[in-house]
């Protein structure tokens, strides 16, 4: 168990509809980072919030959109859900000034039909 | 912007064998870190080690070094004494330092690695 939980592990749904990925951060850890990973992509760097605030956005389409609450868990609503949206998404957190590396959950794993 | 470029899509190794996995990147900033991470079939993203780039001696985690060289922006992974647990992909990953809380960890497409009884 890394300590950053990722629900739920899957999620299948038919395009058009909109689902929520939830993700609660390793104790201690005020950056929550989602990433999207697909076959052909990659990982590719969604958005990044920090103790709330949104703080970097990467390749996230419009159509998508993430929160941090108060207790720093995250999540990901992402709507209209097309077929191409079927991928692994994985949250990440971190703490600042420490060592730089993402402890990862075990991720969502969206089919859209 | 910075990139990180894995140009081997895949490698097979033999168990107990050596095998070392490339990868290069591209950044105009002198303060980084590097990373290697591993995704067993499980999915599970897994630190596999961390270089610092104003260090200029190599990471080393017990069977896992690298091969950092801040010149000509390489960073190789070996691999010594492959087991069949090693068999996962693996992706290079660079963080800019410094940044505060705007950091990102950008990564490359990945190799997948196959380690043969």
């Known amino acids: 168990d890394s300590g950053v939980t990722q629900t739920p592990k899957h999620l299948i749904t038919a395009t058009g509809q909109r689902v929520t990925l939830r993700c609660s951060p390793r104790?201690?850890?005020?950056?929550v980072y989602w990433y999207q990973q697909s076959l052909d992509q990659g990982l590719q760097f969604l958005i990044q919030y920090y103790n709330g605030e949104e703080r970097a956005k990467g390749n996230i389409l419009e159509r998508f959109s993430a929160q941090q609450f108060p207790d720093l868990h995250s999540e990901l609503n992402l709507s209209s859900l097309e077929l191409g949206d079927s991928a692994l998404y994985f949250c990440?957190?971190?703490?600042?000034?420490?060592?730089?590396?993402?402890?990862f959950g075990s991720g969502t794993r969206l089919t859209v039909v | 912007a910075q990139t990180v470029t894995q140009s081997q899509p895949e490698m097979s190794v033999q168990e107990a064998e050596t095998v070392t996995l490339s990868c290069t990147y591209d950044t105009s900033e002198n303060n980084y870190y590097l990373f290697w991470y591993k995704q067993p079939p499980s999915r599970q993203m897994i630190l596999v080690i961390r270089?610092?780039?104003?260090?200029?001696q190599n990471a080393t985690e017990n069977r896992f070094s690298v091969n950092f060289q801040k010149a000509a922006k390489s960073f190789s992974l070996k691999i010594s004494d492959s087991q069949l647990g090693d068999t996962a992909m693996y992706f290079c990953?660079?963080?800019?330092?410094?940044?505060?809380?705007?950091?990102?960890?950008?990564f490359g497409k990945g190799i997948t690695l196959s380690v043969r009884p």
């Open positions: 990953a660079f963080i800019k330092l410094y940044t505060g809380a705007n950091s990102k960890l950008t």
């Open positions: 104790s201690g850890d005020l950056s």
């Open positions: 990440a957190s971190s703490a600042p000034w420490q060592n730089y590396g993402y402890t």
């Open positions: 270089q610092e780039a104003y260090k200029q």
